[in-house]
């Protein structure tokens, strides 16, 4: 959900009245993801890197996530959808980990849709622990070496529960991946818009979903294979 900043700049205000409608872009997405199907929906909401942002603007962060916590809790709820979160979580203030909590606590049983939120995540931080998870059942002889196959490691991984992206979508020009999900994108299909993300609205999830259609997914098969 990239381009808060940029976007709060251009209308000569602070970095947290950008972040502020990136809220309004959030609800928006996901009203509109839940009523299209999607099953799941993963929001990079904040990195292990963004920690490194002027301590104003990581307490603006945290503070608004949890005003949004406690704001959305009933949408969440009239619409079925189940919160659920990744990330090294024990790394966020408590406060935020408590509204976090009471949230995925209250919305388990809600099956329309799981929205989850990344949290203080990052895709190497995420393999590391994996790989340290991994090691000590080694060591402790709960797995065998040559028993490691993809499937081990997916169930090492913060995104046990979900499965593979399928559409991964990158507002606000920029053309990377920031450490998002590196294994779990092996063979999504990669959507990049210029629009920032508090701009980002219903219309523009459809053209990314409507370009997503028309790309041919092969996994590596011919085109013959497939069709
Ligand atoms: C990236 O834009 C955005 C973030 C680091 C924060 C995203 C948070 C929200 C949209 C609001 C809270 C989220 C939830 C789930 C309620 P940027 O600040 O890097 O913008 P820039 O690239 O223009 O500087």
Not at 58 to 71: A, C, Q
């Amino acid at each position: 959900m990239d381009g808060n900043g940029r976007w709060a700049k251009q209308k000569g205000m602070l970095r947290a009245f950008g972040h502020e409608n990136g809220t309004k872009s959030v609800r928006e997405t996901v009203e509109a993801c839940a009523e299209l199907g999607i099953e799941n929906l993963t929001l990079y909401a904040f990195s292990t890197e963004n920690w490194n942002r002027p301590k104003l603007e990581v307490d603006t962060l945290m503070k608004l996530l949890v005003s949004s916590l406690k704001k959305e809790i009933k949408t969440l709820l009239d619409n079925n959808i189940k919160l659920s979160a990744i990330g090294n979580l024990k790394s966020l203030p408590k406060k935020v980990l408590r509204e976090l909590n009471e949230v995925i606590e209250n919305t388990k049983d809600n099956k329309r849709m799981t929205l989850t939120l990344a949290l203080s995540y990052g895709s190497r931080e995420e393999l590391l622990n994996t790989v340290k998870e991994i090691s000590i059942k080694v060591k402790n002889n709960i797995i065998s070496p040559e028993n490691i196959d993809e499937s081990i490691i997916n169930e090492h991984l913060y995104t046990r529960n979900l499965p593979d992206v399928d559409l991964l979508i990158r507002t606000s020009g920029e053309q990377r991946i920031s450490n998002f999900l590196l294994w779990q994108i092996a063979y999504a299909e990669l959507y990049f818009t210029p629009i920032l993300w508090p701009d980002f609205k219903r219309l523009h999830l459809y053209d990314a979903i409507i370009e997503y259609q028309k790309r041919e997914r092969r996994f590596g098969k011919t085109s013959e294979q497939i069709s």
